[in-house]
Structure formats: structure tokens, C-alpha cells
């Protein structure tokens, strides 16, 4: 069963930047719908950014907590998906992870996805 595999996660100070990456166990799982989730301690998973993609187009959607700080992108070749982090806050800290699903919509719900990373720590010191 393919699995996603996160990583570029770490230690950063407040106001500096993270970029995330997300791979699949195998090259040619290539889902249209990915997103990123994050979990923070003692609370829910809750959304971060979706993208759904095809040959032609993309398009993304994001909460407000991130907007304009936080981008997506994605390496067809590689099949990876990336989550650009930037002027980070210590309320970012979180575990992360990545999900897809193969639909041809863009998904923000934790429950539609059904292929998951194990999670890249973040911690963001003020």
C-alpha cells in the first residue's frame, strides 16, 4: 500500500522559514487531491493547505491563519508535494502531515483522505 513519506521539519526561530516536502513510497502514485494537515499539542488535526492538480491546471486552498504566509507547490517529475513556510510564529508548531486522495476536487477534510504521512515535527521558539 503506497504511503506518504514527509520530512523537513525541525527547529526554527520565530519569523524564519521551513519548507516541507511530501513523497510518495511509490513514483507512480500521482493523486489529483493533496493536502497538509498539522496537530499542535493537546489539540485537534485541523487543515493547512489543499491542492488539487491536473496536466493542465492547479488550484489551491488554504485557511487564514496562513494565507499569504504559507504556499504549496508541487514537482510532477518527483511526485512531491511542497509546503513553503514562511515568517513562521511559535502557534505553528505542530506535528504536519500530508494526505491524498484520488478526486478530482480539492479537499480541505481531514475524514476524504485515505493516504496519510507519518508527520514532520515543527517547533517554532519565540
Known amino acids: 500500500q503506497v504511503q506518504l513519506v514527509e520530512s523537513g521539519g525541525g527547529l526554527v526561530q520565530a519569523g524564519g522559514s521551513l519548507r516541507l516536502s511530501c513523497a510518495p513510497s511509490e513514483r507512480t502514485f500521482s493523486p489529483y487531491a493533496m493536502g497538509w494537515f498539522r496537530q499542535a499539542p493537546g489539540k485537534e488535526r485541523e487543515f493547512v493547505y489543499a491542492?488539487?492538480?491536473?496536466?493542465?491546471?492547479?488550484?489551491?486552498f488554504t485557511t487564514s491563519s496562513v494565507s499569504g504566509r504559507f504556499s504549496v507547490s508541487r514537482d510532477q517529475r518527483k511526485s512531491t508535494l511542497y509546503l513553503q513556510m514562511n515568517r513562521l510564529k511559535p502557534e505553528d508548531t505542530a506535528v504536519y502531515y500530508c494526505?491524498?486522495?484520488?478526486?478530482?476536487?480539492?479537499?480541505?477534510?481531514?475524514?476524504?483522505?485515505?493516504?496519510w504521512g507519518q508527520g514532520t515535527q515543527v517547533t517554532v521558539s519565540s
Open positions: 491542492l488539487l492538480w491536473s496536466s493542465s491546471t492547479s488550484s489551491t
Open positions: 494526505a491524498a486522495v484520488q478526486t478530482p476536487n480539492i479537499v480541505t477534510e481531514e475524514s476524504s483522505y485515505d493516504v
